[in-house]
């Protein structure tokens, strides 16, 4: 049942990234490189890809978290590190194992980061794009616990998030169409709602698609989350779990794309 008032940090029953259709739409986004709906363009990419190979040793074992097709872990396998691409997209995670894959260098797996197990100690996880705001509070700190456990003593997690600056170009709306599908969010016609929803205290953007199947009457629903920061904000979450800032890099994407590039240490 729809519920009227979205709740700050409500998950929905419905997930974005293991739905079978969007799974393939979500995959399509990642390799368009006319736009950053996914994956940023490859320009961008290789900004990223340069500057996390210069702050990670040599040979370095890589766990690349939300890998989705395996466009950051195949250009730092190319560059001499050892990477294990997860993701929870199944159709990502099957088009990387076809066509990102490195023998012996770059491998992918299908799992959940936040449930399933991860085995082994890696000198550096990453997360981009991010996708650590997108995870709810609880979900973040679970994160960097498995975190604690699976990095070397000496190893680094290297993430972004996006600055509260970028908060400013969010407006609260909600809107609604009606579909004949064949597009992003369906191969049959929906009626589709849309709501955004800001809660100012605590820097959080939630969005929420609402879908129902004009064939069947299906319902689903699917909440996305997006949180800010500023380098006081994401320093003191850091440090509540265990991680000391090592790195907070503001000006590696030049452009309108207001986003913090960090690097934490295990303390």
């Known amino acids: 049942m729809y519920n009227n008032e979205l709740k700050l940090f409500q998950r929905s029953k419905d997930g974005l990234w293991t739905d079978n259709h969007i799974g393939n739409s979500m995959l399509d986004a990642h390799l368009d490189e006319r736009y950053d709906a996914a994956s940023r363009t490859i320009q961008k990419r290789m900004e990223i890809i340069n500057w996390i190979n210069i702050n990670i040793k040599p040979q370095s074992k890589i766990i690349d978290l939300g890998c989705g097709p395996g466009l950051y872990a195949h250009e730092l396998g190319k560059l001499g590190h050892n990477v294990l691409g997860i993701d929870f997209n199944k159709t990502s995670i099957d088009y990387a194992r076809e066509n990102k894959s490195i023998k012996g260098v770059v491998e992918y797996k299908y799992c959940n980061y936040l449930q399933d197990s991860i085995e082994g100690k890696y000198n550096a996880a990453m997360m981009i794009y991010c996708d650590f705001g997108a995870l709810i509070p609880d979900e973040q700190k679970l994160l960097l616990n498995r975190l604690d456990n699976i990095l070397e003593n000496d190893g680094i ?111």
Request: aromatic letters at 16%; a negative charge; glycine letters at 4%.
């Open 157 to 267: 997690f290297i993430f972004d998030v996006f600055a509260k600056e970028e908060m400013r170009k969010q407006n609260e709306k909600r809107n609604w169409y009606i579909s004949q599908g064949e597009d992003f969010w369906s191969k049959e016609p929906y009626f589709y709602m849309e709501e955004k929803k800001i809660f100012e205290n605590e820097n959080t953007l939630g969005t929420r698609h609402y879908l129902v199947n004009q064939m069947n009457h299906e319902i689903k629903e699917f909440i996305l989350w997006d949180q800010y920061y500023d380098e006081v904000s994401i320093k003191k979450l850091m440090s509540e779990n265990g991680f000391e800032t090592m790195e907070i890099n503001k000006d590696l994407l030049k452009g309108n794309e207001n986003t913090l590039f960090i690097i934490a240490g295990k303390k």
